[in-house]
């Protein structure tokens, strides 16, 4: 890869050895990098954390590069998508209320 790569991940935030990046970050082998996902994400997204200090030490180093811009999870947040995960879920919920097998049910209700 380039050293002026671009890097853009809005998929799966595991795809990434974050620290790995950040190693490749010091050593200024990406112009940029954009990440819509991270894989540790769950419980620091969403959330008000103003007063908390963030205790993953990767992401905390990650986002001081001035190149680097993380967000949390929008991927999804299109005109499209939305309505669908709406209907989805209300599908979903009216099966499952109605005592119906849903498509999207993974484990078997008991």
Do not use: C, W
Not at 5 to 27: K, P
Not at 89 to 103: I, K, Q
């Amino acid at each position: 890869m380039r050293d002026d790569a671009i890097l853009i991940n809005s998929s799966r935030g595991g795809l990434i050895d974050t620290a790995a990046l950040v190693d490749e970050l010091r050593a200024g082998r990406f112009t940029g990098v954009g990440l819509d996902v991270y894989e540790a994400e769950a419980g620091l997204f969403f959330l008000d954390k103003s007063l908390t200090p963030v205790e993953d030490d990767v992401l905390v180093r990650l986002v001081t590069f001035p190149n680097v811009l993380v967000t949390s999870h929008q991927a999804y947040y299109t005109v499209d998508a939305v309505p669908e995960i709406i209907e989805t879920t209300v599908r979903d919920v009216l099966d499952y209320t109605a005592g119906r097998r849903s498509e999207n049910v993974l484990v078997p209700r008991s």
